[in-house]
């Protein structure tokens, strides 16, 4: 079992920077994806980025070569530096996790969100 839990949301400027923490609670095993997703309402969550558990990441076009994700190096917390944010990026975003290699039903777990709100 997991917990997830997140911070480091917050209102900033278009062209701004925030960095989301997700501290990670419990047994990580070997074989893992985590990653952020977003969500507005009235929309479906949108995936924003994942890294495995070989350090490989992927990201959504919308936020490539803006975002970054990384992990410490116990695998306990999960970043994500968001940098030129956009009034678009405006949502509440969440951290995710599950086992095995990254897919999008891969994450079993979710923490409960951090908002990031972006202003033109």
């Known amino acids: 079992q997991l917990q997830l839990v997140e911070s480091g949301g917050g209102s900033v400027q278009a062209g701004g920077s925030l960095r989301l923490s997700c501290a990670v609670h419990g047994y990580i095993y070997s074989v893992y994806c985590m990653g952020w997703f977003r969500q507005v309402p009235g929309k479906e969550r949108e995936f924003v980025s994942d890294i495995n558990s070989d350090a490989i990441a992927s990201y959504a076009d919308s936020v490539k070569g803006r975002f970054t994700i990384s992990q410490d190096n116990g695998k306990n917390t999960l970043f994500l530096q968001m940098n030129s944010l956009k009034p678009e990026d405006t949502a509440m975003y969440y951290c995710?996790?599950?086992?095995?290699?990254?897919?999008?039903?891969?994450?079993?777990?979710w923490g409960q969100g951090t908002q990031v709100t972006v202003s033109s």
């Open positions: 995710a996790a599950g086992w095995g290699h990254c897919w999008r039903g891969v994450f079993g777990y």
